[in-house]
């Protein structure tokens, strides 16, 4: 498809706010197909991460590429345009829309191109019967599903979820790893920040661990699990995994 | 494609667009019910004077900026308390123009559009500074209010001989007057016309902004209500569709602005005061302020009442609107019309299990 097999790199990302590092040279890169699951303790600059990659915020310094497109000075909607799609860590589907009308806002009109994605989305969350429903009729776990269905309206080249399985019982958070593997099978490129060890286990690839802002380690799911260091940063014995 | 195949499609579009979900009134009877209050409103001036059918287009003449502030602020969450400066500002400009050429024919088009092109401008600049700054949502009743003031005060001082432009004189306190009434060729729309061309502009405008609403558009702005952030990062450029419903909201009250300065040959700086720019707020607050209909229905009628009140010689005419206003948010906080057409449905459906 293009020259660089990269689909996201992040450089050397700093942010800070006040005291706080959020992010300390962060480098980051997702190959074309890619399923990479982000781990990492409360604080440790998971969702700020997200935040600089789809430009919520602006990191003080480093640069993102997408698709091989500097896009660190872009406004969120620029990167939206230029292949990024994702979900948050609340829910925020709108809620005083039908299930239709959510996912016509996601979809710009019926006239999208090339929405494999979000078709298989769709019928894999057995979202397709539920159009006409009040959103706010919907389970929990079925909003989160319908908020994945919306990231993809727009055939982004690598989708973003921030804990999409928070909240969810453990079958319904099994359903949700099958059809991101499907997806993932279908050619997209997946970053998920999650908690869920038997959900990273199922659907993971490669795993980044993130510690105090920056990124500890990364490797493949048993290397991380089997490491002593993570083990420590998770049980909270910071500072003597650190050094 | 055939004919045949295409007119389920068109009946489609333009059903989605007249009747889609985002206004009151779409079930059959109620189509019935807006044909046959059209179908009044047509054949009014048979039966009326043509001092009472201009009286009636007074009443009529500031749905359009009740519309823009109801797109703006009901189906897009942005409360604007500063309609009124586009309305003044297009009234303004349109009698300057319009009385600068007498005895043109075209005058009083050049007029109009330079009336709601001056509007458009101003909303154009404020919007840029107001949604490309992102300013919280709350500043903008601020910002549009002290619009409508300053305005207010600059109007005022433009009493004396250096506030004449070509013949026009702005006339400070005492406004300007002799505004011609708009013309088509040689015809120049008074009296029945005058009323025809209020009517005209109502419905087309009606029409027109329903099918907005029910627009892919319109369903972006309700999204942007909702959640900016989760918009924006569906793709859309927010502060763009802000700025354009922005200005969409002001052409709608400029075109209110040219119809009044119509009506009444006359326009003083007092349109732009702190009561008038309420009145917009008030009239769209009572009505529910995402519905169009529900807001043409009460904006016509609390015009009615206001007029009538004062004309009377009643001092508290805007006591008793203010007591509306007052008595609708306590007991009816989404809105009168579409508290009734709610309760109204749930008495249907309870109806239904019954039976």
């Known amino acids: 498809m ?62 993102i590429l997408l698709n091989g497109h500097d896009v660190t000075k872009l406004e969120p909607f620029r990167r939206v345009r230029f ?23 996601a979809r710009r009109g019926s006239m999208a191109a090339d929405a494999l994605h979000f078709r298989m989305a769709l019928v894999a969350f057995g979202l397709a019967d539920k159009l006409d429903l009040p959103t706010s009729r919907l389970a929990h776990h079925e909003m989160q599903w319908l908020e994945i269905c919306m990231a993809l309206g727009r055939a ?41 060890i038997a959900f990273v286990r199922a659907v993971a690839q490669t795993v980044t661990v993130l510690h105090q802002g920056a990124v500890f380690a990364e490797g493949t799911v048993d290397e991380i699990t089997a490491r002593e260091d993570v083990r420590n940063i998770y049980l909270g014995k910071v500072r003597s995994a650190a050094q | ?33 807006m044909a046959l209050v059209a179908i009044s409103f047509l054949s009014y001036p048979a039966i009326a004077s043509s001092f009472s059918a201009t009286n009636v287009a007074y009443y009529l003449l500031n749905i359009p900026m ?50 709601l092109a001056a509007a458009a401008a101003l909303a154009a600049a404020l919007g840029y500074f107001i949604f490309y700054a992102r300013v919280a949502a709350w500043i903008v009743p601020i910002l549009t209010l002290v619009l409508a003031l300053l305005l207010n005060t600059f109007l005022g ?22 505004i011609p009434a708009f013309q088509i060729g040689s015809f120049v729309f008074q009296d029945y016309a005058f009323y025809y061309l209020v009517l005209g502009v109502v419905l087309v405008s009606f029409v027109g902004l329903r099918a907005f609403v029910n627009s892919h558009r319109g369903q972006v702005l309700m999204a942007i209500r909702e959640d900016v952030i989760r918009t924006e990062l569906l793709g859309y450029d927010v502060r763009l569709e802000q700025l354009f419903v922005f200005v969409l909201a002001a052409v709608l009250s400029g075109i209110s602005g040219l119809l009044y300065v119509q009506w009444g040959n006359y326009i003083t700086p007092s349109v732009t005061s702190l009561q008038q720019a309420a009145l917009p707020v008030i009239w769209v607050a009572v009505a529910g302020r995402d519905s169009l209909l529900a807001v043409a229905i009460v904006t016509f009628l609390l015009n009615q009442l206001s007029y009538i009140l004062s004309s009377a010689g009643n001092q508290y005419a805007l006591v008793i609107i203010g007591v509306f206003l007052v008595a609708v948010m306590l007991f009816a906080p989404e809105g009168i019309v579409l508290r009734l057409v709610r309760l109204a449905q749930r008495f249907r459906i309870r109806k239904t299990e019954v039976a």
Request: charged share 15%.
């Open chain 2, 1 to 33: 494609m055939s004919v045949k195949m295409a007119a389920p499609i068109l009946r489609s579009c333009l059903g989605r667009a007249l009747a889609g979900p985002h206004d009151i009134g779409r079930t059959k009877p109620a189509w019935l019910a």
């Open chain 1, 2 to 63: 293009s020259k660089n097999p990269h689909v996201l790199q992040a450089m050397a990302l700093h942010k800070r706010f006040g005291g706080v590092v959020a992010a300390n040279a962060v480098d980051f890169s997702l190959m074309q197909g890619e399923l990479r699951c982000v781990i990492g303790p409360n604080g440790a600059g998971k969702s700020t991460f997200f935040t600089l990659l789809c430009g919520i915020q602006k990191p003080d310094s480093g640069r």
């Open chain 2, 66 to 115: 009740a519309f823009g502030l109801s797109l703006l602020w009901g189906y897009g969450g942005v409360l604007s308390f500063g309609q009124v400066a586009f309305f003044a500002v297009s009234g303004y400009v349109y009698g300057i123009v319009s009385g600068n050429f007498p005895d043109a024919t075209w005058a009083t088009w050049a007029g109009s559009l330079a009336g």
């Open chain 1, 156 to 196: 982004p080249t690598v989708l973003l979820l921030d804990e999409p399985t928070a909240g969810m019982s453990p079958a319904e958070t099994m359903r949700t790893a099958d059809v991101l593997k499907e997806l993932n099978r279908a050619g997209l490129a997946i970053v998920v920040v999650e908690h869920d």
């Open chain 1, 83 to 105: 292949g990024i799609g994702l979900t948050f860590q609340s829910n925020r589907t709108f809620r005083m829309m039908s299930v239709s009308e959510n996912l016509e806002t």
């Open chain 2, 157 to 178: 001082l433009t009493a004396g001989a250096q506030w004449t432009i070509g013949q026009v004189a702005l006339g400070g306190y005492n406004g300007m007057t002799g």
